[in-house]
């Protein structure tokens, strides 16, 4: 049977009273379809698919953060008042997976990786899932040297907050940008990456009270805010994943 053949019958129209006929043109697709292998793939799990996105992105975004974290580590052993000017580094970590996060709009790709088998919302968040370890790691050393470098007492929980606030924010922000704005989304998130660093700054050089102890409802409450936009955030891009469609507009 040729390949001819087999488009004649695939338009051919299937009637009941023919059902023997009917039953022995499909036996016949299956035995072309098993002799030249042409049944579907297996569709590739989860997480096979982020040791496939690790291999090809992974190194160079834990490597960007990698550099970052050296430079913050080095001010933090050169910068009085370690603790007040943490939140004002914490974005620069965005700021580093920036680039494999928009990898595809970069480089002009997005129609054809949003053609892919692995939909824009999965890649997203296998990349998500490699930041995020990198920044437990992170988020780790930086709590760990401040507390052994702060010049005066300072709870634990201040430090995180200060770590985890800013962060959070900035990554509510880009994820936002990047479903919903249509042009110069990398625009935005790195605008109010840099703003964010530059409003903690600020307030750690003119307003020193909101990082008090008196102030940690502020902090604890921002927290909570943050978090809330985090998970929503969060949630809209799994269900995207789950639905197959294409997550934003950037893909």
Not at 22 to 32: G, V
């Amino acid at each position: 049977m040729n390949k001819h053949e087999l488009h004649l019958i695939l338009q051919r129209d299937v009637h009941p009273k023919r059902l023997q006929e009917t039953q022995q043109m499909c036996m016949a697709l299956i035995e072309e379809q098993v002799k030249h292998n042409l049944f579907p793939e297996e569709r590739t799990n989860f997480w096979q698919f982020l040791s496939n996105v690790m291999w090809y992105t992974g190194r160079r975004l834990w490597t960007a953060q990698g550099i970052v974290l050296l430079f913050v580590c080095a001010c933090v052993f050169s910068v009085p008042n370690t603790p007040k000017i943490i939140p004002m580094f914490m974005p620069l970590f965005i700021l580093a997976c920036l680039p494999s996060f928009c990898q595809s709009t970069t480089f002009g790709m997005s129609e054809i990786e949003a053609s892919t088998r692995a939909s824009s919302a999965q890649i997203i968040i296998a990349k998500l899932v490699l930041a995020g370890a990198a920044q437990i790691v992170i988020a780790t050393i930086i709590c760990g040297l401040t507390l052994f470098t702060a010049e005066y007492p300072i709870t634990l929980i201040q430090i995180i907050l200060y770590v985890i606030v800013p962060f959070l924010g900035c990554m509510v922000i880009t994820l936002w940008s990047m479903r919903t704005q249509e042009r110069y989304a990398i625009q935005f998130a790195i605008v109010a990456c840099l703003g964010t660093s530059a409003f903690a700054g600020t307030l750690a050089r003119w307003t020193p009270a909101l990082y008090n102890l008196s102030a940690l409802g502020i902090w604890i409450v921002t927290f909570v805010v943050f978090a809330g936009f985090f998970i929503r955030e969060l949630s809209l891009l799994i269900k995207t994943w789950k639905e197959g469609r294409i997550y934003g507009i950037i893909a």
